[in-house]
């Protein structure tokens, strides 16, 4: 009996892909994902840069806030008439404080373009409690006029990126020391 004879394999018939089909898929993934990269990286800076001014608008905030407690409270203000300073000391009476105290609100450059708002009671350290703001000269007291009380106009402009003002955001407000003498 005679074997029958071995076929010769039929490549032809094997299904699969090339190496060019297989490449082409690669480079077109590839761009795919780079172009995701790049968004989702976009993303992560946007939101971190939108914490950042969050974080100095709410601390401008909460500086001002401070700024309208005590200066309610304070019966005496070292300032230059209707001049923008850079330091205003404010004197609180025992009944605010506890004791009498003097306060004094500053500000100290960080970089070009950059100050920060601190806030120093009696011959203590300096505390900041504003940032990135963009003027060394946010205080304009006027003094009290016939018929009305001092008050200290507070100007907060905040700016992360000094440059473009287009991102600045500002905070105003003047505040009246209740406890100043009327004219």
């Not at 100095?56 to 001049?83: F, K, Y």
């Not at 009305?148 to 009246?176: F, M």
């Amino acid at each position: 009996m005679a074997l029958p004879r071995r076929r010769k394999p039929d490549f032809r018939c094997q299904s699969g892909y090339s190496l060019i089909e297989l490449m082409t898929v690669m480079a077109i993934l590839g761009l795919v994902l780079a172009g995701l990269t790049t968004m989702f990286q976009a993303g992560v800076r946007a939101e971190v840069r939108s914490n950042r001014e969050f974080q100095a608008q709410q601390n401008a905030r909460l500086a001002m806030d401070r700024l309208r407690r005590e200066l309610h409270c304070a019966n005496a203000i070292s300032a230059a008439n209707g001049t923008a300073v850079a330091t205003v000391t404010v004197t609180l009476p025992d009944t605010c404080s506890g004791a009498d105290t003097s306060v004094t609100y500053a500000t100290q450059p960080i970089a070009t373009g950059r100050w920060q708002l601190t806030r120093t009671a009696g011959a203590g350290t300096p505390v900041p409690i504003a940032d990135y703001l963009t003027t060394s000269t946010p205080f304009t007291y006027y003094i009290p006029a016939t018929g009305t009380l001092g008050r200290l106009r507070v100007d907060l402009p905040v700016n992360l990126n000094y440059p473009d003002t287009s991102t600045e955001w500002r905070l105003q407000d003047d505040i009246v020391l209740r406890n100043t003498i009327r004219l």
